[in-house]
């Protein structure tokens, strides 16, 4: 009698409707809906970036780059991280005309390719090698507050800047980021950066130090 009532109960329960779980919602998500749009001088300075860091592609394409790159500026994004994850999206193959650095803090044999490209997007030749294997300058770096990738991207911003680029470099936790721009323009990125609180490293040019 009882196992019959529970089987009745279980089969009414089964054809009761079920309402559906909500999808779960990611910390990044509620973030960005409960933070405020980014002031419009924020915002502006980092479509002026974009615009930089963009503006050796043809036309067309670098139009379409700097509206990406503005588009990752959401909110509850700060600009270094919307250019870090920028960087690191563009970092592949497919994407190697934008000409971009996407390294791990400590990965100094990923140097020599990915600064290749940052030439080949600039249309330049590469006086420049880095052979992790046998290169020593890196080391100490514990003693000088650096990275391990610090030392070989000082080089690599000589190399470059022999070039006429200047090489833009900032850190977004255990990442290391870079692009290139013209001479030129270097002064306006690093006002921009200011201005949006970009971590970027001054020093990475013994030609530029602070």
Request: glycine share 6%.
């Given at each position: 009698?009882?196992?019959?009532?529970r089987r009745a109960w279980r089969s009414y329960?089964?054809?009761?409707?079920?309402?559906?779980?909500?999808?779960?919602?990611?910390?990044?998500?509620?973030?960005?809906?409960?933070?405020?749009?980014?002031?419009?001088?924020?915002?502006?300075?980092?479509?002026?970036?974009?615009?930089?860091?963009?503006?050796?592609?043809?036309?067309?394409?670098?139009?379409?780059?700097?509206?990406?790159?503005?588009?990752?500026?959401?909110?509850?994004?700060?600009?270094?991280?919307?250019?870090?994850?920028?960087?690191?999206?563009?970092?592949?193959?497919?994407?190697?005309?934008?000409?971009?650095?996407?390294?791990?803090?400590?990965?100094?044999?990923?140097?020599?390719?990915?600064?290749?490209?940052?030439?080949?997007?600039?249309?330049?030749?590469?006086?420049?090698?880095?052979?992790?294997?046998?290169?020593?300058?890196?080391?100490?770096?514990?003693?000088?507050?650096?990275?391990?990738?610090?030392?070989?991207?000082?080089?690599?911003?000589?190399?470059?800047?022999?070039?006429?680029?200047?090489?833009?470099?900032?850190?977004?936790?255990?990442?290391?980021?870079?692009?290139?721009?013209?001479?030129?323009?270097?002064?306006?990125?690093?006002?921009?950066?200011?201005?949006?609180?970009?971590?970027?490293?001054?020093?990475?040019?013994?030609?530029?130090?602070?």
């Open positions: 009698m009882l196992s019959a009532i329960l089964d054809s009761l409707p079920r309402s559906e779980e909500p999808a779960p919602v990611s910390d990044a998500a509620i973030r960005r809906e409960m933070s405020p749009p980014h002031p419009a001088e924020v915002r502006q300075a980092f479509a002026a970036l974009a615009g930089i860091a963009t503006g050796h592609l043809p036309q067309e394409a670098a139009v379409k780059a700097a509206a990406a790159l503005s588009a990752r500026l959401k909110p509850g994004t700060t600009p270094s991280e919307a250019m870090a994850r920028w960087i690191g999206a563009n970092n592949g193959p497919k994407s190697r005309n934008l000409g971009v650095m996407c390294v791990d803090w400590k990965a100094r044999e990923e140097i020599q390719w990915q600064a290749e490209r940052i030439a080949k997007a600039h249309r330049i030749e590469l006086d420049w090698h880095y052979d992790f294997r046998a290169d020593r300058s890196w080391e100490g770096w514990e003693e000088r507050g650096e990275t391990p990738v610090s030392a070989p991207l000082r080089a690599l911003a000589d190399a470059l800047r022999r070039q006429g680029l200047a090489l833009i470099v900032l850190a977004n936790d255990d990442t290391v980021c870079a692009f290139a721009v013209r001479v030129e323009h270097e002064g306006e990125v690093l006002a921009l950066a200011d201005r949006l609180g970009l971590a970027v490293e001054r020093a990475v040019s013994s030609a530029g130090r602070a």
